[in-house]
Protein backbone atom coordinates (compact mmCIF):
# COMPACT_ATOMS: atom_id res chain seq x y z
CA UNK A 1 0.00 0.00 0.00
CA UNK A 2 1.26 3.71 -1.10
CA UNK A 3 0.78 6.64 1.17
CA UNK A 4 1.16 10.33 0.66
CA UNK A 5 1.04 12.24 3.82
CA UNK A 6 0.90 16.17 3.34
CA UNK A 7 2.16 18.88 5.81
CA UNK A 8 4.61 16.02 6.26
CA UNK A 9 7.60 18.63 7.91
CA UNK A 10 4.90 19.51 10.46
CA UNK A 11 4.84 18.51 14.07
CA UNK A 12 1.92 15.81 13.34
CA UNK A 13 2.71 15.42 9.55
CA UNK A 14 5.95 14.07 10.50
CA UNK A 15 5.30 11.49 12.93
CA UNK A 16 2.89 10.07 10.83
CA UNK A 17 5.02 9.52 7.95
CA UNK A 18 7.84 8.05 10.64
CA UNK A 19 5.53 5.48 12.26
CA UNK A 20 3.29 4.91 8.99
CA UNK A 21 6.81 4.43 6.85
CA UNK A 22 7.86 2.22 9.76
CA UNK A 23 5.31 -0.40 9.40
CA UNK A 24 6.03 -1.41 5.92
CA UNK A 25 3.96 0.90 3.98
CA UNK A 26 5.43 2.85 1.14
CA UNK A 27 5.00 6.74 2.25
CA UNK A 28 5.92 9.67 0.26
CA UNK A 29 5.88 13.14 2.03
CA UNK A 30 5.41 16.86 0.72
CA UNK A 31 5.85 20.25 2.59
CA UNK A 32 5.85 23.86 1.93
CA UNK A 33 9.10 24.05 3.09
CA UNK A 34 10.99 21.21 2.58
CA UNK A 35 12.55 19.28 -0.31
CA UNK A 36 14.38 15.83 1.00
CA UNK A 37 14.39 12.64 3.30
CA UNK A 38 13.19 12.40 6.48
CA UNK A 39 13.73 8.70 7.95
CA UNK A 40 14.66 7.43 4.40
CA UNK A 41 11.18 8.93 2.96
CA UNK A 42 11.26 11.18 0.32
CA UNK A 43 9.96 14.35 1.07
CA UNK A 44 8.87 16.32 -2.38
CA UNK A 45 8.51 20.47 -1.77
CA UNK A 46 4.97 21.33 -3.44
CA UNK A 47 2.68 24.10 -3.08
CA UNK A 48 -1.00 23.05 -1.49
CA UNK A 49 -2.40 26.60 -3.21
CA UNK A 50 -1.99 26.30 -6.92
CA UNK A 51 -4.20 24.41 -9.55
CA UNK A 52 -1.17 21.85 -10.75
CA UNK A 53 -1.65 18.81 -8.85
CA UNK A 54 0.15 16.39 -11.01
CA UNK A 55 2.72 15.78 -7.12
CA UNK A 56 -0.07 13.11 -6.19
CA UNK A 57 0.85 11.27 -9.63
CA UNK A 58 2.47 8.72 -7.61
CA UNK A 59 -0.48 6.20 -7.23
CA UNK A 60 -1.44 6.49 -4.08
CA UNK A 61 -3.71 4.13 -2.13
CA UNK A 62 -4.47 6.56 1.05
CA UNK A 63 -3.99 10.49 1.53
CA UNK A 64 -3.30 11.44 4.92
CA UNK A 65 -3.80 15.52 4.79
CA UNK A 66 -2.36 17.43 7.80
CA UNK A 67 -1.29 20.56 5.51
CA UNK A 68 -3.14 23.64 6.73
CA UNK A 69 -3.18 27.09 5.58
CA UNK A 70 -0.43 28.93 7.52
CA UNK A 71 -1.19 31.86 9.46
CA UNK A 72 -4.81 31.11 10.61
CA UNK A 73 -5.06 32.35 14.46
CA UNK A 74 -6.14 29.88 17.46
CA UNK A 75 -8.36 32.78 18.70
CA UNK A 76 -11.39 33.98 19.85
CA UNK A 77 -13.74 34.16 16.90
CA UNK A 78 -13.92 38.12 15.60
CA UNK A 79 -14.43 37.42 11.84
CA UNK A 80 -14.02 34.75 9.14
CA UNK A 81 -10.22 35.14 9.73
CA UNK A 82 -9.27 32.66 6.40
CA UNK A 83 -8.71 33.34 2.62
CA UNK A 84 -11.30 31.55 0.78
CA UNK A 85 -9.19 30.69 -1.46
CA UNK A 86 -7.50 28.06 0.09
CA UNK A 87 -11.05 26.47 0.95
CA UNK A 88 -11.67 26.15 -2.66
CA UNK A 89 -8.53 24.82 -3.22
CA UNK A 90 -8.83 21.93 -0.55
CA UNK A 91 -11.54 20.78 -2.95
CA UNK A 92 -10.05 20.58 -6.06
CA UNK A 93 -7.28 19.05 -4.06
CA UNK A 94 -9.51 15.86 -3.25
CA UNK A 95 -10.83 15.87 -6.38
CA UNK A 96 -7.66 15.30 -8.17
CA UNK A 97 -6.50 12.94 -5.37
CA UNK A 98 -9.48 10.82 -6.67
CA UNK A 99 -8.66 11.46 -10.41
CA UNK A 100 -4.81 10.12 -9.50
CA UNK A 101 -6.43 6.99 -8.37
CA UNK A 102 -6.33 7.48 -4.25
CA UNK A 103 -8.80 5.82 -2.68
CA UNK A 104 -9.15 6.84 0.90
CA UNK A 105 -8.53 10.32 2.01
CA UNK A 106 -8.12 11.32 5.45
CA UNK A 107 -8.55 14.66 6.53
CA UNK A 108 -6.95 15.22 10.32
CA UNK A 109 -8.96 18.26 11.23
CA UNK A 110 -9.74 19.61 15.47
CA UNK A 111 -12.40 18.99 17.80
CA UNK A 112 -12.21 22.47 18.10
CA UNK A 113 -15.07 22.67 15.78
CA UNK A 114 -17.44 21.32 18.56
CA UNK A 115 -16.89 24.51 20.32
CA UNK A 116 -14.14 25.97 23.14
CA UNK A 117 -15.93 24.29 26.10
CA UNK A 118 -17.77 21.00 26.38
CA UNK A 119 -19.37 21.92 29.86
CA UNK A 120 -20.99 19.14 31.99
CA UNK A 121 -20.81 16.51 28.59
CA UNK A 122 -18.63 15.37 26.51
CA UNK A 123 -17.69 16.08 22.54
CA UNK A 124 -18.46 12.80 20.20
CA UNK A 125 -19.00 12.22 17.10
CA UNK A 126 -22.88 13.36 17.16
CA UNK A 127 -21.98 16.72 18.34
CA UNK A 128 -23.17 19.74 16.96
CA UNK A 129 -20.70 22.18 15.39
CA UNK A 130 -19.87 25.25 17.31
CA UNK A 131 -16.74 26.61 16.42
CA UNK A 132 -16.03 30.12 18.04
CA UNK A 133 -11.94 30.80 16.40
CA UNK A 134 -10.96 31.99 13.56
CA UNK A 135 -8.80 28.40 13.27
CA UNK A 136 -12.02 26.12 14.12
CA UNK A 137 -14.03 27.66 11.67
CA UNK A 138 -11.47 27.63 8.63
CA UNK A 139 -11.00 23.39 9.61
CA UNK A 140 -15.16 23.01 9.65
CA UNK A 141 -15.15 25.36 6.26
CA UNK A 142 -12.87 22.86 4.86
CA UNK A 143 -14.24 19.27 6.12
CA UNK A 144 -18.10 20.83 4.76
CA UNK A 145 -16.30 21.13 0.96
CA UNK A 146 -14.29 18.00 1.27
CA UNK A 147 -17.57 16.15 2.49
CA UNK A 148 -19.61 18.00 -0.72
CA UNK A 149 -16.85 17.08 -2.76
CA UNK A 150 -16.53 13.30 -1.89
CA UNK A 151 -19.74 12.63 -2.77
CA UNK A 152 -19.43 13.19 -6.39
CA UNK A 153 -15.96 11.19 -6.57
CA UNK A 154 -15.12 7.62 -5.96
CA UNK A 155 -13.27 8.44 -2.92
CA UNK A 156 -13.70 7.64 0.39
CA UNK A 157 -13.57 10.73 2.83
CA UNK A 158 -12.25 10.27 6.73
CA UNK A 159 -12.44 13.14 9.12
CA UNK A 160 -10.47 12.98 12.37
CA UNK A 161 -11.08 15.52 15.19
CA UNK A 162 -8.06 15.42 17.45
CA UNK A 163 -7.69 17.53 20.63
CA UNK A 164 -4.78 19.08 21.88
CA UNK A 165 -1.76 17.14 20.54
CA UNK A 166 1.91 17.14 22.60
CA UNK A 167 4.82 15.28 22.02
CA UNK A 168 7.87 15.69 21.04
CA UNK A 169 8.98 19.37 19.29
CA UNK A 170 5.48 19.83 19.97
CA UNK A 171 3.16 20.90 22.61
CA UNK A 172 3.74 24.49 23.22
CA UNK A 173 0.68 25.52 25.58
CA UNK A 174 1.73 22.66 28.03
CA UNK A 175 5.25 23.92 28.01
CA UNK A 176 4.21 27.16 28.44
CA UNK A 177 2.08 26.06 31.59
CA UNK A 178 5.52 24.18 32.80
CA UNK A 179 6.98 27.36 32.38
CA UNK A 180 4.80 29.23 34.44
CA UNK A 181 5.33 26.20 36.79
CA UNK A 182 9.00 26.25 37.26
CA UNK A 183 9.02 30.06 37.75
CA UNK A 184 7.05 30.02 41.41
CA UNK A 185 4.49 32.28 40.32
CA UNK A 186 1.37 32.46 42.72
CA UNK A 187 -1.39 31.23 40.60
CA UNK A 188 -5.35 32.19 40.71
CA UNK A 189 -5.80 28.34 40.09
CA UNK A 190 -6.60 26.88 43.21
CA UNK A 191 -9.50 23.61 43.40
CA UNK A 192 -9.61 24.30 39.40
CA UNK A 193 -11.51 21.16 38.57
CA UNK A 194 -11.61 21.11 34.60
CA UNK A 195 -11.19 17.99 33.10
CA UNK A 196 -9.67 18.55 29.19
CA UNK A 197 -8.67 15.81 27.06
CA UNK A 198 -5.18 15.72 25.59
CA UNK A 199 -3.80 13.14 22.62
CA UNK A 200 0.07 12.12 22.49
CA UNK A 201 0.84 12.54 19.41
CA UNK A 202 2.70 9.11 19.79
CA UNK A 203 -0.90 7.07 19.22
CA UNK A 204 -2.30 8.80 16.58
CA UNK A 205 -0.43 6.48 14.17
CA UNK A 206 -1.80 3.52 15.14
CA UNK A 207 -5.21 4.86 15.20
CA UNK A 208 -4.61 5.47 11.78
CA UNK A 209 -3.17 2.43 10.69
CA UNK A 210 -6.49 0.88 12.39
CA UNK A 211 -8.79 3.08 10.34
CA UNK A 212 -7.11 2.32 7.22
CA UNK A 213 -6.82 -1.02 7.56
CA UNK A 214 -10.79 -1.01 8.72
CA UNK A 215 -12.79 -3.12 6.61
CA UNK A 216 -16.10 -1.85 6.97
CA UNK A 217 -17.16 1.93 6.06
CA UNK A 218 -14.10 4.41 7.00
CA UNK A 219 -16.35 7.54 6.09
CA UNK A 220 -17.29 9.98 8.05
CA UNK A 221 -16.27 11.81 11.12
CA UNK A 222 -14.23 9.85 13.92
CA UNK A 223 -13.36 11.58 17.10
CA UNK A 224 -10.55 10.69 18.54
CA UNK A 225 -8.75 11.89 22.10
CA UNK A 226 -7.02 10.13 25.19
CA UNK A 227 -8.01 7.46 27.72
CA UNK A 228 -8.02 9.97 30.41
CA UNK A 229 -8.48 13.58 30.93
CA UNK A 230 -6.91 15.98 33.09
CA UNK A 231 -7.64 18.56 35.13
CA UNK A 232 -5.52 22.02 35.20
CA UNK A 233 -5.02 21.36 38.91
CA UNK A 234 -3.82 18.00 38.22
CA UNK A 235 -1.49 19.63 35.53
CA UNK A 236 0.37 21.52 37.50
CA UNK A 237 0.85 19.09 40.63
CA UNK A 238 2.31 16.75 38.00
CA UNK A 239 4.43 19.55 37.03
CA UNK A 240 5.30 20.84 40.08
CA UNK A 241 6.44 17.28 41.73
CA UNK A 242 8.53 16.24 38.41
CA UNK A 243 10.53 19.62 38.95
CA UNK A 244 10.68 19.85 42.65
CA UNK A 245 9.13 23.56 42.32
CA UNK A 246 6.96 24.52 45.16
CA UNK A 247 3.40 26.45 43.71
CA UNK A 248 1.13 28.65 45.17
CA UNK A 249 -2.36 28.84 44.54
CA UNK A 250 -4.76 30.95 45.20
CA UNK A 251 -8.68 31.35 44.65
CA UNK A 252 -10.12 33.60 41.97
CA UNK A 253 -13.78 33.59 41.28
CA UNK A 254 -13.92 32.10 37.41
CA UNK A 255 -16.02 35.52 36.22
CA UNK A 256 -13.28 37.62 37.37
CA UNK A 257 -10.96 35.41 35.61
CA UNK A 258 -13.02 35.09 32.64
CA UNK A 259 -13.43 39.21 32.36
CA UNK A 260 -9.81 40.03 32.93
CA UNK A 261 -8.69 37.37 30.61
CA UNK A 262 -10.76 38.97 28.07
CA UNK A 263 -10.18 42.21 28.66
CA UNK A 264 -6.41 41.84 28.00
CA UNK A 265 -7.23 39.55 24.46
CA UNK A 266 -6.33 36.59 25.91
CA UNK A 267 -10.23 35.22 25.89
CA UNK A 268 -9.05 31.78 24.79
CA UNK A 269 -6.67 31.40 27.65
CA UNK A 270 -9.59 31.23 30.08
CA UNK A 271 -10.81 28.50 28.25
CA UNK A 272 -7.96 26.42 28.61
CA UNK A 273 -7.16 26.58 32.25
CA UNK A 274 -10.94 26.91 33.53
CA UNK A 275 -13.59 25.47 31.06
CA UNK A 276 -14.10 21.29 30.41
CA UNK A 277 -13.33 20.42 26.87
CA UNK A 278 -13.53 16.09 26.66
CA UNK A 279 -13.40 14.21 23.50
CA UNK A 280 -15.37 10.96 23.71
CA UNK A 281 -14.01 8.25 21.15
CA UNK A 282 -15.43 5.58 22.49
CA UNK A 283 -17.37 4.82 18.74
CA UNK A 284 -14.02 5.40 17.41
CA UNK A 285 -12.54 2.15 19.52
CA UNK A 286 -15.21 0.00 19.34
CA UNK A 287 -15.75 0.92 15.39
CA UNK A 288 -12.01 -0.11 15.11
CA UNK A 289 -11.04 -2.13 17.89
CA UNK A 290 -8.52 0.14 18.60
CA UNK A 291 -6.74 1.74 22.04
CA UNK A 292 -3.82 3.59 22.68
CA UNK A 293 -0.28 1.90 22.34
CA UNK A 294 0.40 3.57 25.84
CA UNK A 295 -1.43 5.77 28.56
CA UNK A 296 -1.78 8.83 28.08
CA UNK A 297 -0.71 9.77 31.98
CA UNK A 298 2.38 7.62 31.55
CA UNK A 299 3.20 9.36 28.55
CA UNK A 300 2.44 12.93 29.76
CA UNK A 301 4.55 12.37 32.59
CA UNK A 302 7.58 11.51 30.52
CA UNK A 303 6.65 14.70 28.37
CA UNK A 304 6.87 16.94 31.67
CA UNK A 305 10.27 15.18 32.36
CA UNK A 306 12.01 15.61 29.28
CA UNK A 307 11.24 18.99 29.18
CA UNK A 308 12.30 20.04 32.61
Known amino acids: MKIGVLGATGFIGSHILNILSEEDFSCVGFSRT ?4 INGCDVNLCS ?3 DNFQWLDHDFDVVVDCADPPHIPNTFFTGRGFDEFHISNKRKLITSASQYGVKHYIYMS ?5 GECSHDLSFNENSPP ?4 SYASMKFAIENVLQKESETQPIVLSIVRIPYVYGKNGGASLLSLLNIVNSGLWLPLKGVSNQR ?4 VSNLPSFLLALINHNDDKSGVWCLSSDESFSTSKLISIMSNCSG ?7 VPKIVMRLFLFFIGKNDLYF ?5 FVVDDSISRYKLGWSPLSSDSQ ?3 KFIKDNQ
Open 34 to 37: YSGS
Open 48 to 50: FDS
Open 110 to 114: SAKIF
Open 130 to 133: NPRS
Open 197 to 200: SFLA
Open 245 to 251: SKVVLFS
Open 272 to 276: KLYEN
Open 299 to 301: LLL
